[in-house]
């Protein structure tokens, strides 16, 4: 079985920024949420400034007001993915953001700002959405044994291609989704808002994003908030085996302090290689249900694979736990707690456009720095040699797959600076590691780090104690230093 999304999760000065009559106000859907007041609006702004074409993007905006007036500077929420989804059309959808809100409106009244980047709008924006490519025979591999890899690999790029052609087909150019591009319609949104200072929060891809509207806007802005930080020169964005190896070994040590969880494996690290050696010999057959469509498919698990597997269960902090759990059931040679996770993990369709995850991911990172990356993991982490050969054979293939005549002429360095941050990250994180936090602290001239131990990817979203931290942040104090701040684990 192969998974090849498992982490779809992923410039110049800015030029002329939207006209004011480019936002549109208009009645929210849903009113007030949890007690906050919602304004809801679209930013207009053109897909290609450089005049390919004449598409307007409709990018939709929702304002969280306090009920008392604020002279306290505003915040923008900016997602993940590149390409992360957030749905922001219904009120269900909005209430996973409202932790935030409060999150941020806990030192003082302030109005909070949750923008959809371009590309990422499930209502307006779906020309990239790409929906055949999270097909369960692609996302996780049609049963081939004999050839295997490439009927995957032949399903990846014909779809790739299909949704590649239909965006071109329906006049819309593919390098206006980019990093660079979204800084402009954040400068747009700024503008049209008449806001002259406020602070960013970004998540994931969110916090490259608030990195380069800082390194183009810095006098517009106040603080910097980054969570699970993902920023450019840190090296090859690798979310390779030498990370999903450091979190193992990581979870290990965590294990050993808690006794439900030593019942279960003295040694996950171990266990896990040992496991994963048996897969390659053996794969395992499974018969799996798509929550999504109820139909039911029959997939292989190698070792690869399950290192794939592993890798998605250290990015949602919520299945982590079920690591060692899934490798004392399968000692027992019961296998449905394996197949539960992965119905959960890599059966149910992604909140991604995967069309603007390429698009932007292309002209963000230089895919030769990436596989040379790969290619010295490859030699120094051997134990995961098949999971890395999937990844250099995807990195090899994706931008040239999906731009024509494709060829990379820009990457952005660091960014450098004097901008209050602070700086978020978990030590089990196999996404963003703690290696890229420190660099940033580094590069970041008035930058705080904090590493929070037994932590994954998204801090405020699954350590409520964090926001401990933001809260001295944007009092203008240190951070708090709580070492009970820990994610606790069940097992």
């Not at 000065?13 to 006209?19: D, I």
């Not at 969280?64 to 269900?92: K, Q």
């Not at 924006?125 to 890899?149: F, T, W």
């Not at 890395?388 to 005549?405: A, K």
Request: glycine letters at 8%.
């Amino acid at each position: 079985m192969r998974c090849l999304f498992p982490i779809f999760l992923f410039l110049g000065m800015a030029g002329t920024a939207a006209a004011e009559s480019d936002i549109a106000f208009h009645d929210c859907p849903f009113g007030a949420i949890d007690g906050l007041q919602a304004a809801c609006a679209d930013l207009t702004v053109p897909e290609s400034r450089n005049g390919n074409n004449a598409i307007q993007l409709r990018l939709p905006f929702v304002i969280f007001r306090p009920a008392e007036p604020s002279t306290l500077p505003p915040v923008l929420m900016l997602n993940g993915g590149p390409g992360g989804l957030i749905d922001i059309h219904r009120r269900d959808g909005l209430l996973s953001w409202m932790k935030y809100a409060r999150g941020f409106q806990r030192n003082g009244p302030r109005e909070v700002i949750l923008f959809t980047q371009r590309g990422t709008d499930n209502e307006h924006g779906k020309a990239l959405a790409c929906d055949a490519l999270q097909a369960p025979e692609i996302l996780i591999g049609a049963v081939n044994v004999q050839s295997k890899k490439t009927v995957i690999q032949e399903s990846f790029h014909t779809a790739l291609k299909q949704c590649r052609d239909g965006a071109i087909a329906a006049g819309h150019d593919l390098r206006a989704y980019s990093t660079f591009e979204s800084v402009r319609d954040i400068g747009a949104l700024k503008k049209a808002l008449r806001i002259e200072q406020w602070i960013i929060y970004g998540v994931s891809y969110g916090s490259r994003l608030a990195l380069e509207v800082a390194r183009h806007d810095s006098a517009g802005i106040t603080g910097l908030i980054l969570d699970s930080p993902s920023p450019p020169g840190a090296g090859a964005d690798s979310m390779g085996a030498g990370v999903l190896g450091h979190s193992l070994k990581s979870l290990t040590e965590i294990c050993k302090a808690l006794w439900r969880c030593r019942a279960l494996s003295q040694n996950i690290y171990k266990d896990t290689l040992r496991r994963i050696n048996k897969l390659e010999e053996k794969p395992l057959k499974l018969s799996l249900r798509s929550p999504d469509n109820d139909q039911r498919y029959d997939v292989e698990m190698d070792g690869a694979a399950f290192s794939q597997l592993l890798f998605l269960a250290f990015y949602h902090p919520a299945t982590i736990e079920e690591i060692p759990r899934i490798l004392a059931q399968l000692r027992r040679g019961n296998r449905e707690p394996l197949k539960r996770l992965v119905t959960v993990l890599q059966l149910k369709k992604r909140a991604i456009h995967i069309g603007t995850y390429a698009s932007v991911h292309c002209q963000d990172r230089d895919p030769e720095k990436t596989l040379a990356f790969l290619r010295a993991e490859r030699r120094e982490w051997p134990e995961f040699e098949a999971l890395i050969e999937e990844q250099i054979s995807l990195n090899e293939t994706l931008c040239p797959g999906w731009f024509e005549n494709w060829t990379p002429d820009f990457y952005p360095e660091a960014v450098s600076g004097t901008v209050r941050t602070l700086i978020l990250a978990g030590s089990l994180d196999p996404v963003t590691p703690v290696q890229s936090a420190e660099f940033l602290g580094k590069s970041l001239a008035n930058a705080t780090v904090k590493i929070y131990p037994d932590a994954s990817h998204g801090i405020l979203e699954f350590l409520p104690c964090a926001w401990e931290d933001v809260d001295a942040f944007l009092q203008g104090k240190p951070p708090v230093t709580t070492p009970a701040c820990r994610r606790h684990y069940s097992f």
